[in-house]
């Protein structure tokens, strides 16, 4: 498969996904109308930071006169898990640039690290072309609805459940990538962590959620290769 239709392959298998990335830059956008901060914001956390949980956050934060550092640390709290997300793709670009590396980076998210790492074990990609049609296409979408629920979130009636949207997305990401025991006891017990620490400061449940979960994928993985004759992958 040639570059450009690497691109549009990434492009076509995150199109379902952008209609949960629509509601949830409408909420981001409207977040900031409602908490009664300058509609700049909204645009400028959504360049900079390009995070829908951290922004949000962030918004919140703001609203109560937090200060700049906890607003910082608490971002970068919940974006720890970009980190262990870097660190699965790091095999499959290595051959990239530092110059190359920078972009990637910066459009990293959920669903562009869960839809390229599927796709770039069959192989069948160029992956940092893959990778750029997917991430490329949620960050023009979410810029676009960022503004637009500037413009008109606080005119949304109150009654339509955008925010079950988020949740959706996610969990439509989940359900293809638990494959086995191993990607099951991951989901299964980062997802009951991240519930139970719900109430954590700096969205500590998430991060440490992540963390169980590694955790349990990485022992049942290790349980697996022991039943199959002692062939230890973990």
């Known amino acids: 498969m040639d570059r450009r239709a690497s691109v549009v392959a990434g492009m076509r298998d995150v199109a379902p996904f952008l209609l949960g990335v629509v509601p949830f830059g409408l909420v981001a956008g409207a977040a900031v109308v409602a908490a009664g901060l ?3 914001l909204a645009v400028g956390l959504s360049v900079v930071v390009f995070a829908g949980a951290s ?6 934060l703001l609203q109560a006169d937090a200060n700049a550092a906890v607003v910082v640390l608490t971002v970068l709290v919940i974006n720890l898990r970009m980190m262990m997300y870097s660190a699965s793709l790091a095999p499959y670009l290595d051959r990239l640039s530092l110059a190359e590396r920078a972009p990637v980076a910066y459009l990293l998210t ?10 770039f074990e069959t192989d069948d990609v160029v992956r940092r072309w893959y990778y750029l049609g997917v991430a490329l296409s949620l960050w023009v979408v979410w810029q676009v609805c960022t503004v637009v629920g500037v413009v008109v979130g606080a005119s949304v009636p109150a009654g339509i459940p955008l925010d079950f949207a988020v949740p959706l997305t996610f969990l439509a990401l989940l359900v293809p990538a638990v494959k086995g025991r191993a990607s099951g006891t991951a989901a299964l017990v980062g997802g009951g962590v991240a519930l139970a620490l719900t109430t954590a400061p ?4 998430l991060v440490l959620g992540a963390l169980a979960g590694v955790v349990a994928g990485l022992l049942a993985e290790r349980v697996v290769g022991t039943d199959a004759g002692g062939d230890d992958r973990a």
């Not at 922004?55 to 919140?60: H, N, T």
């Not at 959920?110 to 796709?119: G, I, K, M, P």
């Not at 700096?202 to 449940?205: A, E, M, P, V």
């Open 202 to 205: 700096f969205n500590l449940g």
């Open 110 to 119: 959920d669903q562009a690290f869960a839809l390229s790492v599927t796709r």
């Open 55 to 60: 922004q949000l956050a962030a918004i919140d």
């Open 38 to 40: 300058p509609p700049e």
